[in-house]
């Protein structure tokens, strides 16, 4: 299984982009998380700002195009996107294979 993950402006805009990657099937599920307080380099100054962490359940084979689907909606100028592969049960991951379309999980 591999965790997309970005951070949103605001509940709104995560809600929108999970809708979006659902819809199109590119993950089996997205946890959204509200309230995380980032500090980061911006335009040569450090920034402090809440935003809303999104984490996408998806396929290796989901992952480009799911990738692509979050970058086309989001609205920041530099939505910064990361990955990883996580370990799962086999059950977890024949549901997300199934909930994306994807072919017969590798057990």
């Given at each position: 299984m591999i965790h997309v993950t970005t951070t949103c402006a605001n509940?709104?805009?995560a809600r929108e982009i999970a809708r979006e990657v659902l819809t199109a099937r590119l993950a089996a599920c997205?946890?959204?998380t509200?309230?995380?307080v980032s500090l980061?380099?911006?335009q040569g100054q450090?920034?402090?700002d809440t935003e809303v962490t999104l984490v996408a359940k998806t396929t290796p084979e989901r992952r480009a195009d799911l990738v692509a689907a979050?970058?086309?909606s989001h609205?920041?100028?530099l939505p910064v996107i990361s990955w990883e592969e996580v370990g799962t049960t086999p059950d977890a991951r024949r549901w997300c294979y199934a909930?994306?379309?994807g072919a017969q999980s590798p057990d």
């Open positions: 509940l709104n805009q997205v946890n959204i509200p309230g995380v980061f380099h911006w450090i920034e402090e979050i970058q086309r609205p920041y100028d909930e994306t379309g």
